[in-house]
């Protein structure tokens, strides 16, 4: 039974839901920016799109070396569900810029392809909120640092 748990507890990064929705995030994202690209569209939607890809892989790569369990000192699952929610706003944005006007079929598609990404990221940051909020005591515990002595 000892072993079930241990196995549970330290499954990959890469093998969780969480990892799968940041994976789909990211594919997402690039895919919009990719089309972006192709269809010379505006330099804020490829310049928005890129940077976001830059901070989806810096996360998943956090959580694969598990570095997130090394520095204790910044609470990482605060600044994923702030990066959820910014990152959702910024592509929101941008696709509703890219589906407005009349573009390119290929701006269209990657405006497409961003909101997709948006509506991933605004559920990846209530998966992360849904585990803080059920499981406050996880591995980002205060703990106390001296015990009183009762004498």
């Known amino acids: 039974m000892e ?15 969480k990892g ?10 690039v ?13 804020p939607y490829i310049v928005i799109t890129g940077f976001e890809v830059a901070i989806i892989f810096f996360f998943i790569i956090l959580y694969i070396l598990r570095l997130d ?8 699952p605060l600044l994923d569900i702030i990066n959820s929610l910014v990152t959702t706003v910024f ?3 941008i696709s509703v810029l890219a589906l407005i ?14 909101f997709l990404a948006a509506v991933v ?10 585990k803080l909020l059920f499981n406050p005591s996880g591995p ?8 009183k002595v009762v004498l």
Request: contains cysteine; proline residues 5%.
């Open 69 to 76: 369990r090394l520095m204790k000192w910044l609470f990482w």
């Open 31 to 43: 895919t919009s920016m990719a089309f972006f690209i192709v269809a010379q569209a505006p330099e």
């Open 3 to 17: 072993a079930a748990q241990r196995k549970a507890q330290h499954r990959p990064f890469c093998f969780s839901v």
């Open 101 to 114: 006007p009349k573009t390119t079929t290929l701006i269209v598609v990657g405006g497409v392809f961003g």
């Open 140 to 147: 980002y515990q205060k703990k106390p640092v001296r015990e």
């Open 20 to 29: 799968h929705v940041k994976m789909l995030r990211l594919a997402l994202t």
């Open 91 to 93: 592509l929101v944005i």
């Open 121 to 130: 990221c605004l559920a990846d940051g209530a998966l992360i909120y849904r």
